[in-house]
């Protein structure tokens, strides 16, 4: 009986066990939590790792710039959106990305007063040209929407698909904490 209820006691306790430690960062019209020891990209590091022609708002590396938060805004016609019919084109789309998706969570969800589209998943990118073979590159994923008057938010967090058990509680936590204004 005693050790029952020792075994109690502590599974008990571990229910309190802090989460991953998250610094509130402001960005224009929201809050978001980073990670702790992640730093912000600058504008060169965000180029190179994310060529594209609208940068991300803000992009957060890990130390060794294996893992990644990014914010990212863009113009959107969907004024009132139906999130459910936008889980299906956003897990399309995801789908078409990658040479293949395994999905481990898709819903639509409620975060501090916003419904989002969230998204986690390990992508595969395999190498199909003819001749060298290079080893497929593996992420495990993390990704969220949402839609405030007239922009689209896109949330996304990566690590190597190798270290997910690691990082995936940390981008539940990090998705979590968003706030919109």
Do not use: C
């Not at 994310?50 to 004024?79: C, E, H, I, M, W």
């Not at 459910?84 to 998706?101: C, P």
């Not at 003819?130 to 405030?148: E, F, N, W």
Request: glycine share 6%; net charge positive; no cysteine.
């Amino acid at each position: 009986m005693r050790l029952f209820s020792l075994l109690l006691l502590v599974l008990g306790l571990a229910g309190f066990a802090p989460g991953p430690k998250l610094v509130t960062t402001k960005l224009p019209g929201l809050t978001v939590g980073v990670p702790e020891g992640f730093a912000p990209l600058p504008d060169d590091g965000i180029a190179a790792k994310y060529p594209a022609a609208r940068k991300p708002l803000a992009v957060y590396s890990s130390p060794n710039g294996r893992v990644n938060f990014s914010v990212a805004v863009r113009p959107t016609d969907f004024q009132t959106p139906d999130y459910n019919v936008l889980l299906q084109i956003y897990k399309a789309s995801i789908q078409r990305l990658y040479s293949k998706v395994e999905f481990s969570k898709q819903e639509v969800r409620q975060v501090h007063g916003h419904d989002f589209v969230s998204l986690e998943f390990v992508s595969t990118v395999a190498d199909t040209r003819r001749g060298d073979q290079l080893a497929s590159i593996r992420k495990y994923q993390a990704v969220q929407y949402t839609v405030v008057k007239d922009q689209m938010y896109i949330f996304t967090f990566d690590a190597p698909a190798a270290e997910q058990a690691q990082w995936q509680p940390v981008a539940q936590a990090v998705m979590g904490a968003i706030v919109l204004k």
